[in-house]
């Protein structure tokens, strides 16, 4: 046994977790762990605000690099840690966040910088602890890396007091079996329940499966992509699952939802059977529940027993891990053939590509949907996009295609604005030979900017696409369609992006026409740094095709037809 | 419609406050939460009635089992059960209601705990039907305070947290 401090138990239990990397801040009352810090192997990333701490750890994480972790002191720098927290929860991302505490004599008397962290971050973390005994230290870091990882994952905050981090202990790290008699991540289906699902999916004439973002936490994309081909389904993807199934696989149909392609909600609306696989029903997906999927029968595959029957009642419900299910799952179906159904569904989605704006000619007008179609053609669909919340998000799904899994990062849950410019970081810095490009609005990039200082003063190389329209342009579009083009708070005005980026000693670039897209990416590509390109797109904007929040999934607002469109810019001009 | 949830949970710092932020952020509508000791060391348990016609006991549940520190739950509406409520209630009593007050005392095989020269402190178990209906009676003398500690219960038959449905065996009523 040798002797360690609370802070060094903190720092050799990280590394034992295969932490490289944190995010984070220090002050006063987390000083002892930035002191111990220096002495082991970890790349420490000096945020502007914490808030960009928890973000980065979380894109860290969405981007398979494991389980993020942001550090911070006690009070404000804690508290500026929450909306990262319950972004992270939100969206099931593993994250371990470490805040400094007041000494334990002084917790409760309202001390400098303190705060009651765990009692602030109960509902938005999946569990989280405040430690007061270095004894019990170890064995709580432990807990918390395998709680954040295990089952439905989700954030685990750890508080640990001044004090403790300072106490010296006789220690010795354990692998012992950890003591969770109330945790229990690896429920299993009954033999039952999988063989009504077995029967169902035989039965069905008009299936589609919902894939969502518990394929990828589970690595059930090679299982999803089998089921989907021998049952000859199409697969529907919730905004969170993209990346779950290639964009080109023939039966891959795209986003669902409320700006999801007309075709993929109609057929939804008209499937007699639908496959859920680890998605949880969102309002953003279903749109009015009671005329939801009126005719299908609904298998639900879920980790969180809680998420069944929460939002849409459902048949059967596989509880587990997705991946489990499907492997016991498979062997029990037959090949179906469903060509009558894919037909239908061809046919639904009638004169959709002529309504896409992206094939629409090139008349000076910079569309954002041209920029990130270009942007996908430009980097061979190969890159990390991390967008940020509002019309950005949605144009950003639309029309940059993934391949690959864990590669389109984007708060969906919580929808944080903020999140792009700081999760983009962490996603550089779990996959470093990847080319990662932050898209956000010209509202949420203000919101986060300040960390384009971190990336510049760790030397990490992203690139940024703000998709300036001088609104926040996803409220607009809401006040333009419900609230009578009354545009309340919502034109906002920017600093020059371009001299924001050198005034980091970054690369700016502004991009005024569909012309200027293929050298301006070429050129942030090419940059040693972080780039930032200015996108100044058309002001008023819409992401089409829209349900409207809380109508039928199949009453949605569809992109106007080209003509109208050419004939309104005309008049503009 | 009251339903009735036993949760044993570990005795830890804020497994109370967990439970209570649960229900409060999920809008569950909880009639009462009693916790105590239980014969393990460690171990507390929880009794929670809920109104099952606002909120819905499998949604309780499964959320309440999300939570680390809840060990087992087991939902007591569909298994023979005994349910038992405690009430101490002060009545005014002056001397010339007090043999009126001690009969009805009697009657409910409640026991009188406390005696002052113009009240009297009564203390009385059972189900909450029977409480609710000694408080009645109770009322027109005068009842001063009263406080009650909220349902506990137990399911008849095999102990929780062993194997088996626990479903109970036994069906004679003890009383």
């Known amino acids: 046994m040798t002797r360690y401090t609370g802070a060094q138990i903190v720092w050799e239990c990280l590394v034992r977790e295969g932490v490289t990397t944190v995010f984070g801040y220090p002050g006063g009352a987390n000083l002892p762990l930035y002191d111990a810090m220096l002495d082991y192997p970890i790349r420490h990333v000096l945020v502007r605000h914490e808030q960009g701490a928890a973000h980065m750890a979380d894109g860290y994480a969405r981007a398979g690099g494991g389980v993020g972790v942001a550090m911070a002191t006690s ?9 990262g927290i319950a972004t992270a929860f939100a969206d099931s991302s593993p994250v371990v966040a470490i805040t400094g505490q007041v000494a334990r004599q002084f917790i409760g008397y309202d001390a400098f910088q303190e705060t009651d962290i765990t009692g602030i971050t109960l509902p938005v973390t999946k569990h989280n602890y405040l430690v007061t005994d270095v004894r019990e230290l170890g064995e709580v870091m432990r807990e918390a890396f395998y709680i954040a990882r295990s089952g439905r994952p989700g954030p685990v905050l750890v508080d640990i007091a001044k004090d403790t981090q300072q106490a010296e202990i006789e220690w010795e790290y354990e692998d012992t079996p950890l003591r969770l008699p109330g945790y229990r991540p690896d ?79 109609q057929a939804i609306q008209q499937a007699d059977l639908l496959v859920a696989m680890g998605m949880r029903f969102d309002d953003r997906v279903t749109g009015k529940r009671e005329t939801y999927a009126p005719e299908a029968k609904k298998i639900h595959f879920e980790i969180d027993a809680s998420e069944v029957n929460k939002n849409i009642p459902v048949d059967v419900a596989l509880i587990g891990d997705l991946g489990d299910n499907l492997r016991e799952l498979l062997p029990q179906v037959a090949p179906c053939d469903h060509s009558e159904w ?41 890159a990390i996009v991390v967008s940020d919340v509002g019309q950005n998000q949605m144009w950003a799904a639309q ?100 001299k924001i980026a050198e005034a980091h000693g970054l690369t700016g670039i502004r991009v005024t026409e569909r012309s200027q ?57 | 419609m009251q339903h009735t949830l036993v949760a044993l949970v570990e005795d830890k710092p804020g497994v109370l406050n ?37 909120t819905n006991a499998e949604r309780v549940t499964a959320n309440l089992y999300k939570l680390v520190n809840v060990i087992q739950i087991k939902d ?18 002056p001397p010339e209601r007090r043999s009126e007050v001690m009969q009805l005392v009697e009657v409910y095989r409640a026991r009188i705990v406390d005696v002052t020269n113009d009240s009297l402190i009564i203390e009385i178990t059972g189900d909450v039907d029977k409480i609710d209906s000694f408080v009645q009676v109770l009322q027109p003398i005068g009842v001063l305070e009263m406080v009650r500690t909220g349902l506990v219960a137990m399911a008849r038959g095999a102990a929780l947290g062993q194997n088996g449905n626990g479903n109970g065996s036994g069906n004679g009523r003890v009383q």
């Open chain 2, 76 to 93: 007591l509406a569909d298994q023979p059960s005994v349910m038992r409520d405690l009430a101490l209630i002060k009545v005014s009593a």
């Open chain 1, 75 to 83: 009070g404000p720098g804690a508290t500026n840690l929450v909306t």
């Open chain 1, 399 to 498: 029309y940059y295609k993934h391949s690959q899994p864990y590669n389109y990062l984007t708060s969906g849950g919580l929808g944080t604005m903020g999140f792009a410019l700081p999760a983009a970081i962490g996603a550089k810095c779990a996959r470093p030979d990847m080319e990662v490009w932050a898209i956000a609005g010209d509202g949420g990039f203000q919101m986060t900017q300040a960390e384009l200082a971190t990336a510049a003063q760790a030397g990490i190389k992203i690139n940024v696409a703000i998709l300036n329209n001088g609104y926040l342009g996803m409220v607009r579009q809401w006040q333009e369609f419900f609230y009578e083009r009354r545009y309340s708070a919502t034109p906002i005005s920017s600093p020059d992006f371009v």
């Open chain 1, 187 to 265: 429920r299993r289906p009954t033999a039952q329940a999988l063989a009504q699902a077995a029967s169902l999916i035989q039965q069905a004439k008009r299936p589609v499966i919902l894939a969502g973002r518990g394929v990828m936490q589970s690595g059930a994309m090679e299982l999803l992509r089998e089921f989907a081909e021998r049952t000859r389904t199409p697969v529907a993807m919730t905004l969170l699952g993209i990346g779950g199934m290639p964009a080109e696989h023939p039966l891959n149909l795209g986003m669902m939802g409320m700006h999801g392609e007309a075709w993929v909600n």
């Open chain 2, 18 to 54: 967990r439970v209570a932020s649960l229900f409060r952020r999920r809008a569950f509508n909880i009639e009462s939460l009693t916790v105590g000791h239980t014969e393990q060391p460690g171990v507390s348990r929880m009794t929670i009635v809920i109104d099952s016609n606002q």
């Open chain 1, 342 to 382: 894919l037909e239908t569904i061809d046919e639904l989605r009638g004169d959709s590509a002529v309504r896409d704006i992206k094939n629409l000619p090139d008349y000076g007008h910079l569309y954002a949907p041209h920029a990130i179609h270009d942007l996908w053609r430009l980097t061979e669909g190969k």
């Open chain 1, 517 to 573: 897209v293929e050298a301006a990416v070429r050129q942030a590509q090419q940059a040693p740094g972080t780039a930032v390109i200015e996108f100044m797109i058309e002001q008023e904007d819409s992401v089409y095709p829209m349900v409207p929040a809380g109508a039928d999934l199949h009453a949605m607002i569809r992109r106007p037809l080209p003509s109208a469109l050419t004939e309104s810019a005309d008049s503009d001009l």
